[in-house]
């Protein structure tokens, strides 16, 4: 039998990204990374059903997925050899023959209160309206002020900003991460503590995708992956896959990772939350903290998490 032998690395190697200020930034960031270990690099811009439908929240018209499956495409095709994405925006089952190459360190994972008229989300006053695109945001702000109206708000980060200086809200929330990455820190007037606005699966965190069975590839992948964000997101959306990976659901999950001096293992604290999408059941809550020293067992943690929900009335989503 004759031994295969390893497929090499392309070059150039195409990135496949969305076209937006934010989703460049981050390929751009990446080509830089592999740019400095000797690679020739070139983007593959593209726009995603997800950019296109922006009249109806995500939860009604196919869920985060339609940010990612045109560039999974340009990967099946060829014409892009890795796609880089914002985590958050990955379902949480991959189609077969795809794999996550690497997770890169995460930026602020919190979420940040924008507005031009209020300092804080206390400052608002009854009836006020906040423009939030997910689920998870517009639960967890009825839980801190339901005298609130919540009013969806789509769009790429330039045009969410768009519409809350024309007026159409009295503040927004955003993610912190892509609001730093831009550099328009300016516009934050508060950051949420993690205690008050538990964070999604994966936020502020930047995952590679490539078809897999590429070793060479995924090899020079992996050595860009940042090993504590990756155990801690792999918990978080742990959490999201066991109780059916659906933005339809408010799914909250943020893990912190730790290892202390001289141990071999670190330590992996993840918080998780579910809501009723009816408001009917209140906000189910629950931590769970373990010795993590790989993916499988940062993976069985966030199981656990979602089965202590389950357990508290939590419902797995139905596709």
């Known amino acids: 039998m004759p031994i295969s032998q390893p497929q090499p690395i392309p070059a150039p190697l195409v990135i496949a990204t969305r076209e937006s200020r934010l989703a460049l930034w981050q390929a751009e960031f990446v080509q830089g990374l592999l740019q400095a270990r000797g690679r020739a690099v070139q983007l593959l811009g593209m726009t995603t059903r997800g950019d296109q439908i922006l009249d109806r929240t995500l939860s009604k018209v196919g ?29 949480m089952e ?7 190459a690497a997770v890169l360190e995460r930026e602020d994972p919190r979420d940040a209160f924008v507005s031009n008229d209020y300092a804080t989300l206390d400052d608002l006053p009854p009836g006020a309206v906040v423009g939030t695109s997910s689920l998870r945001r517009q639960v967890l702000l009825q839980h801190l002020r339901p005298d609130l109206r919540i009013e969806p708000l789509r769009g790429n980060l330039d045009t969410r900003l768009r519409k809350l200086d024309e007026g159409q809200y009295a503040a927004i929330v955003l993610a912190t991460a892509g609001l730093l990455r831009l550099k328009l820190q300016q516009r934050v007037r508060m950051v949420f503590p993690v205690a008050q606005m538990l964070p999604a699966a994966g936020q502020g965190a930047l995952g590679i995708e490539v078809r897999s069975g590429q070793q060479a590839l995924l090899a020079l992948l992996q050595s860009l992956a940042h090993r504590p964000t990756w155990l801690a997101t792999a918990a978080e959306r742990a959490v999201s896959r066991t109780l059916g990976g659906s933005c339809s659901v408010p799914l909250a999950a943020h893990a912190q990772w730790s290892q202390p001096d001289g141990a071999q293992a670190g330590l992996l604290q993840l918080d998780a939350a579910w809501g009723d999408p009816s408001g009917r059941t209140a906000l189910l809550q629950t931590c769970v903290t373990a010795r993590v020293d790989d993916l499988a067992q940062a993976e069985q943690l966030g199981q656990r998490a979602a089965r202590q929900l389950l357990e508290a009335g939590a419902v797995v989503a139905v596709p």
């Open 94 to 100: 991959l189609p077969e023959g795809f794999v996550l």
């Open 63 to 91: 869920g985060k997925g339609l940010f990612v499956k045109e560039l999974e495409q340009a990967l099946a095709e060829g014409r892009a050899h890795l796609a880089v994405h914002s985590l958050k925006d990955v379902p």
